[in-house]
């Protein structure tokens, strides 16, 4: 089975603070994935990668960076955390399946509860 | 702005009924279309995906998708109380490389099926 595994369930930092959420997989997929999630929002993509040290903005990049230095880790990095970054984060990886590579699932990890104070 | 939209929900049936889920999407150039269900407190889980226009049915699934129409629909037949979850449309969108593709998630249904 595909496992994705994420640093931390419950986190809770200070405004200013610098945070790091981590993400590994353990699948050999080339993508992965950061998302926050909110209420009535639903899952809006922070940032992806499709190799090592390859990274490309999502929709809300502003506020954070990645790093991808090994295929299978993948890191979110709040520079300095603010309150409305409090929020579900959820990393995914995927891989191509399917005819022609035209569909693929993405697996989830179980997700990091931020709360910014 | 490339959109997905769901029914805002809840949505409540009946134990034993068809619940129907609907999305909408924007991009006339998207591939490929995938419902995920999502039980409180937990990630989201992939049940079906469906690239072809038609129907493809998987048990008490069955997903529809009109290109045409940029429409994509969940149904499930025979709800069980365990079906209660939200339920979230994802639409692929090429940006025109050959290694990734971006997903672009709904907002999701919330979906209750009552005993």
């Known amino acids: 089975d595909v496992k994705v595994t994420q640093s931390s369930r419950y986190l809770v930092k200070r405004t200013g603070e610098k945070v790091f959420l981590e993400c590994v997989q353990d699948m050999d997929h080339e993508n992965m994935f950061w998302y926050r999630q909110d209420p009535g929002l639903g899952l809006r993509l922070i940032y992806f990668?499709?190799?090592?040290?390859?990274?490309e903005k999502g929709d809300i990049p502003e506020g954070y960076s990645v790093s991808r230095e090994k295929k299978e880790r993948f890191s979110l990095i709040l520079e300095s955390a603010s309150t409305n970054q409090t929020s579900m984060y959820l990393c995914?990886?995927?891989?191509?399946?399917?005819?022609?590579?035209?569909?693929?699932?993405?697996?989830f990890g179980p997700g990091t509860r931020l709360t910014v104070t | 702005q490339k959109e997905v939209e769901q029914n805002s929900g809840p949505l409540s049936v009946p134990e034993g009924a068809i619940a129907s889920l609907n999305c909408t999407y924007s991009d006339r150039g998207s591939q490929s279309f995938f419902w995920y269900r999502q039980y409180s407190g937990k990630s989201p889980e992939l049940i079906m995906f469906?690239?072809?226009?038609g129907d493809k049915e998987d048990g008490r699934f069955t997903a529809q998708l009109n290109k045409a129409s940029q429409y994509v629909s969940l149904l499930i037949r025979d709800s069980q109380p365990s079906d209660s979850a939200t339920y979230l449309c994802?639409?692929?969108?090429?940006?025109?490389?050959?290694?990734?593709?971006?997903?672009?998630f709904g907002p999701g249904t919330s979906l209750s099926v009552i005993p």
């Open positions: 994802a639409v692929k969108v090429g940006i025109g490389k050959t290694s990734y593709d971006k997903v672009i």
């Open positions: 990668s499709y190799d090592v040290k390859m990274k």
């Open positions: 995914a990886s995927s891989f191509y399946l399917g005819l022609g590579g035209i569909s693929y699932e993405q697996y």
């Open positions: 469906i690239y072809s226009n």
